[in-house]
Antibody, heavy 120, light 110 residues
Framework: QVTLKESGPVLLKPTETLTLTCTVSGFSLSNPRMVVTWIRQPPGKALEWLAHIFSNDDKSYSTSLKSRLTISKDTSKSQVVLTMTNLDPVDTATYYC????????????WGQGTLVTVSS | QSALTQPASVSGSPGQSITISCTGTSSDVGGYDYVSWYQQHPGKAPKLMIYEVSNRPSGVSNRFSGSKSGNTASLTISGLQAEDEGDYYCSSYTSSSTVLFGGGTKLTVL
């Protein structure tokens, strides 16, 4: 059974750094067909793809957020970590991690999401 | 990169068919057959409905179908049911090795 679960802080202040962890089960981060992705959704707004990481550690980032994002993984812990620096209230969103199949580039399993609020 | 363009809302009566469009460019929708569609109900994570333009995952009703022409992909839902109401998002792989989502379409079943 494939599951993904996001964890991290729920409230941060502007300029702080967000660190989110996605813990996966039911598949291995060393599987070359599996990619873990971070996606966010501000309240009432659309989905926004942020970044993904492949089993060989290749990474890809949103063009608009690239300077603020870092994605990494710990295969032994089955965890993928996303950091986002210099937070702003517009970064308030539900953050999802999802599994992407590298063959079909589809997001087939999603975490439940975690709401992160940025406010002074 | 701008989001893919979707209509903000569509509506239809039970039993009818509706189509949601998703317009991009030759660098995303038009350049690759990696277009997917997701359904999202309030407070829930999105659910994959269509992948690679027109393929349905196991368990998704055959009332859902996808197609693409040029830079525009489309999702058609036939035989509308109340449970189809929700938000729908398209996504596409891009020439920059990134992923773009559409702005989302709210489907109302009248």
């Amino acid at each position: 059974q494939v599951t993904l679960k996001e964890s991290g802080p729920v409230l941060l202040k502007p300029t702080e750094t967000l660190t989110l962890t996605c813990t996966v089960s039911g598949f291995s981060l060393s599987n070359p067909r599996m990619v873990v992705t971070w996606i966010r959704q501000p309240p009432g707004k659309a989905l926004e793809w942020l970044a993904h990481i492949f089993s060989n550690d290749d990474k890809s980032y949103s063009t608009s957020l690239k300077s603020r994002l870092t994605i990494s993984k710990d295969t032994s812990k089955s965890q993928v970590v996303l950091t986002m620096t210099n937070l702003d209230p517009v970064d308030t969103a539900t953050y999802y991690c999802a599994r992407m199949s590298s063959g079909s580039l589809l997001f087939d399993y999603w975490g439940q999401g975690t709401l992160v609020t940025v406010s002074s | 990169q701008s989001a893919l363009t979707q209509p903000a809302s569509v509506s239809g009566s039970p039993g009818q068919s509706i189509t949601i469009s998703c317009t991009g460019t030759s660098s995303d929708v038009g350049g690759y057959d990696y277009v997917s569609w997701y359904q999202q109900h309030p407070g829930k994570a999105p659910k994959l409905m269509i992948y690679e333009v027109s393929n349905r995952p196991s368990g998704v009703s055959n009332r859902f179908s996808g197609s693409k022409s040029g830079n525009t992909a489309s999702l058609t839902i036939s035989g509308l049911q109340a449970e189809d109401e929700g938000d729908y998002y398209c996504s596409s792989y891009t020439s920059s090795s990134t992923v773009l989502f559409g702005g989302g379409t709210k489907l109302t079943v009248l």
